[in-house]
């Protein structure tokens, strides 16, 4: 590290703004369109559109952390080991639904 912690912070930074790109420039060009064909009516279906994903996105990562920590509950609770063995297929969904969430 020649420069030091403070270039590489930098950089870092820069590096997560160039993934911005793409979904900016394609939420300019779906705005374009939509005005172009419909006006303000067609923004607003646009917009519509994208919030209809949000649900589900906060379904998700609502579900995940409550059904990650089940195994930690059961273990803490000290109940059986036939608890502990239905926990571990929630864990499971729980790790799935995280990394889906991400």
């Known amino acids: 590290c020649k420069t030091g912690a403070a270039s590489n912070i930098i ?3 820069a590096l997560g703004y160039k993934s911005c790109i793409i979904p900016c420039c394609a939420l ?3 705005i374009y369109f939509s005005y172009a ?3 303000m009516y067609g923004i607003a279906c646009s917009a519509l559109g994208m919030l209809g994903t949000l649900a589900t996105g906060l379904a998700i990562d609502a579900y995940g952390p ?3 920590n089940a195994g930690g ?3 803490m609770a000290e109940m059986g080991e036939e608890i502990r063995e239905r926990t571990d297929a929630l864990d499971a969904a729980g790790n799935t639904t995280a ?3 991400k």
Do not use: H, P, Q, R
Request: with cysteine; hydrophobic share 50%.
């Open 11 to 13: 950089f870092g930074l």
């Open 28 to 30: 300019a060009v779906t």
């Open 37 to 39: 064909c419909s006006g």
């Open 66 to 68: 409550i059904s990650d």
């Open 73 to 75: 509950i059961a273990e």
């Open 99 to 101: 990394a889906v969430g």
